[in-house]
T-cell receptor, first 117, second 111 residues
Framework: AQKVTQAQTEISVVEKEDVTLDCVYETRDTTYYLFWYKQPPSGELVFLIRRNSFDEQNEISGRYSWNFQKSTSSFNFTITASQVVDSAVYFCALSEADNNAGNMLTFGGGTRLMVKP | EAGVAQSPRYKIIEKRQSVAFWCNPISGHATLYWYQQILGQGPKLLIQFQNNGVVDDSQLPKDRFSAERLKGVDSTLKIQPAKLEDSAVYLC?????????FGPGTRLTVT
């Protein structure tokens, strides 16, 4: 069975601080995908990144960066120089490899990030 | 490209009443999902369709929940009768080539 754990339920930082959101996953699959989604107060889930289990290269997109460590089954997300607009709930998710029937996502419990001005 | 559309956005009903939610996925997306998100938790899959066939409904409480996807496009999710614990946001999503897009959700309150 697949499982995603986000141990930090809530994080509060002051604007311009860096913050890292942790994600640990469990799966028996050798091929899988990892995701991060952002859920702002409006409620809609916004896709941030998808990472293939065979690609352990870290990725950077603007102020966002992701660190995938297969050895520790972790896929952590760092926001550099946080801004008030980053305040949201962030979800890490896992799916098995692509097949003709799509990808069911298993979500973690989410981390609520509050960025104070 | 238009996103996943859902209606209504909000619904308040009394327990034991019935309710239905509608979803229109992104054009061309063969796979459609319904997720339930209880307050303070991550979304949980209820049912997955591939075109108009069910791929996975193992977590759907079939004694009260039903879903259909006629003609492989729009989908409806029904709850009959509703219980207090069904209060949640119901998210519809569709996917193509491994990336899943979510709709705005329907917030259901059962009183």
């Amino acid at each position: 069975a697949q499982k995603v754990t986000q141990a930090q339920t809530e994080i509060s930082v002051v604007e311009k601080e860096d913050v890292t959101l942790d994600c640990v996953y469990e799966t028996r699959d050798t091929t899988y995908y990892l995701f991060w989604y952002k859920q702002p107060p409006s409620g809609e889930l916004v896709f941030l990144i998808r990472r293939n289990s065979f690609d352990e290269q870290n990725e950077i997109s603007g102020r966002y960066s992701w660190n995938f460590q297969k050895s520790t089954s972790s896929f952590n997300f760092t926001i550099t120089a946080s801004q008030v607009v980053d305040s949201a709930v962030y979800f890490c998710a896992l799916s098995e490899a692509d097949n003709n029937a799509g990808n069911m996502l298993t979500f973690g419990g989410g981390t609520r990030l509050m960025v104070k001005p | 490209e238009a996103g996943v559309a859902q209606s209504p956005r909000y619904k308040i009903i009394e327990k034991r009443q019935s309710v239905a939610f509608w979803c229109n996925p992104i054009s061309g997306h063969a796979t459609l999902y319904w997720y339930q998100q209880i307050l303070g938790q991550g979304p949980k899959l209820l049912i997955q369709f591939q075109n108009n066939g069910v791929v996975d409904d193992s977590q759907l409480p079939k004694d009260r929940f039903s879903a259909e996807r006629l003609k492989g496009v729009d989908s409806t999710l029904k709850i009959q009768p509703a219980k207090l614990e069904d209060s949640a946001v119901y998210l519809c999503a569709s996917s193509l080539l491994g990336t899943t897009s979510f709709g705005p959700g329907t917030r259901l309150t059962v009183t």
